[in-house]
């Protein structure tokens, strides 16, 4: 079992289904927009009930895609082929086709635009990088619902393979091509310039601790604005109302249950 099975497993079944769709999100996208956030958030305070009538879950839990995981190992290297037939990624036309050599180096070259950092980040997002980029931009002289997508060849055991790519996807096969780039080495350096490293899907845990802190802060300041029940009559007896006027957020249990008893406060039930 490799590490992006192992999360998605224990997200989908030890967690609860709004955590669960968070992971969810951060594997597919590698980060939240704020849409996701406060999508997240809503779901969280749907689960605690603190929700108004208009705001509803919407929510998956994580899967593993067909593509994700490989059945059989490969005995030999696998090795890519080429990446043709781009759909809305960058400026790469749909007839161009970058070959690989399967022997020594293959060098990329051309002028400013002319589609290699769109090729980059194609074989990031298809391949294994410590850092993909969220968004890939499509091309400006396409129509923004057209899908994204790209064919990848490659060789494994020998035998030609053909997968056709879009954001989000991922293939078990691919995964043992490792691409690096300045932002991938960024990514593997800490704050003191020491290397570091995580296993697939591993990464999602660096960015979960700040999206809790955004859920907290919302559900903190639904509580703030939650109002007292209102009871029938309870004006009426002004020493109990005094009573439950000092309940606040803060309020113990045992606090509140001493002062009812108390010689003031005794009351027939």
Known sequence: MNSYQSIVEWAANDLPDWEADLVRRLLAKGSLEPDDISQVSRNAICTFNINE??????????????????????MSPI????????????????????????????????????????????LKGACFAKHIEPTVLGNIYKPVSTAQS????????????????SPGKSLADLTAINVFDTDCGKALLDKNNQVTYKPRGAEIFDKIAPVMESIKTTIESRKKDATPPSIPGLEEDLELNAWFKSITEKSKVDALQKIWRGPKMTRQT
């Open 53 to 74: 009538s208009s705001e509803t879950k919407e929510l998956h839990p994580p899967i593993l895609n067909s593509e994700s995981i490989s059945s059989t190992a490969s």
């Open 79 to 122: 090795k890519l082929c080429s990446i043709d037939s781009v759909t809305n990624i960058n400026a790469i036309h749909e007839t161009a086709k970058l070959p690989f050599s399967h022997e020594g180096l293959t060098l990329v070259y051309g002028d400013n635009g002319s589609g290699k950092s769109g090729y980059g980040r194609i």
């Open 150 to 165: 790209a064919k990848v060849t490659f060789l494994k055991d020998g035998n030609r393979e053909e997968w056709q790519w």
